[in-house]
């Protein structure tokens, strides 16, 4: 028969803030009597549970912070897929040194190839590794700053920019940059340079970003700081996001009519 937690236990898990032992001790007190543990073997089984509860519940907050649109993962890319790239040089960056060497990446190449597949599954494997990340379409990126200056909140925005460990910019490059964007986005990138990583995901390749900012001294001085401290990894071939989609069937070839 399982044992009901008493109320005085209750109390005392709450006051320690351990209110989440509860729901699982019952089940652990059994285990205990029936592998016959000492009382500091239950106790570590059971304070273990509580550590991998709030391990889990820890994670599934960074994210959400994180703001990721899909959960990718390493474990879920297709490596076999018709692109190429340096697998190799792929497969080290999920070691996630280039984190502690604060150190960022370039993903570029073509629609569809996976480049914010890999950024993703990259950004998710940080979360797990107990860092703090964040993911930004880059237009979306720059429309916060700008929607920040209408009610005073730019230096808040901009710390919530600097502050993660690994910040994901998505599809940089889509359109030519204002002046105030192409300042906005020289003063991330200048700031966060070798503090914290970034990610950066881009159509085009980095010999023509300069063109996009309005100033290109602005241009050349951020691009500097990005690429020299950065992994460019060059992706090229079929789309991935073609292959994921269902098959769909082909109709046969309409028959001729009597004459």
């Known amino acids: ?21 509860v729901p699982t001790l019952p089940d652990r007190a059994a285990y205990a009597t029936k592998a016959s543990l000492g009382p500091l073997d239950f106790l570590e089984l059971a304070l273990q549970d509580e550590i991998d509860r709030r391990e889990t519940k820890n994670l599934s907050n960074r994210l959400d912070r994180a703001g990721f649109e899909e959960a990718h993962t390493f474990e879920d890319f297709d490596w076999d897929a018709p692109v190429t790239f340096d697998r190799d040089r792929v497969r080290d960056l999920f070691n996630l ?40 379409r880059s237009d979306e990126l720059l429309k916060r700053i700008h929607q920040s200056r209408a009610d005073n909140s730019t230096e808040k925005v901009l710390r919530s920019l600097l502050a993660p460990d690994l910040l994901i910019i998505d599809d940089f490059g889509l359109r030519r940059l204002s002046a105030q964007q192409s300042s906005d986005f020289y003063e991330v990138i200048i700031e966060r340079h070798r503090r914290a990583s970034t990610i950066v995901t881009s159509n085009r390749a980095i010999e023509e970003w300069i063109p996009l900012f309005d100033d290109p001294i602005l241009a050349q001085s ?35 009519g009597k004459r």
């Open 97 to 136: 040194g280039f984190l502690e060497r604060t150190e960022d990446v370039l993903f570029l190449g073509p629609v569809g190839v996976g480049k914010t597949f890999l950024a993703c599954a990259l950004g998710h494997g940080a979360c797990r590794a107990g860092k703090k990340v964040l993911f930004l």
């Open 1 to 21: 028969m399982m044992t009901e937690v008493k109320t005085s236990l209750r109390a005392v898990l709450k006051r320690l803030k351990l209110s989440g032992m």
């Open 222 to 256: 951020a691009l500097d700081r990005l690429a020299h401290n950065a992994y460019q990894i060059v992706m090229e071939g079929d789309s991935y996001r073609s292959r994921q989609r269902p098959g769909m069937a082909t109709s046969p070839p309409p028959r001729k």
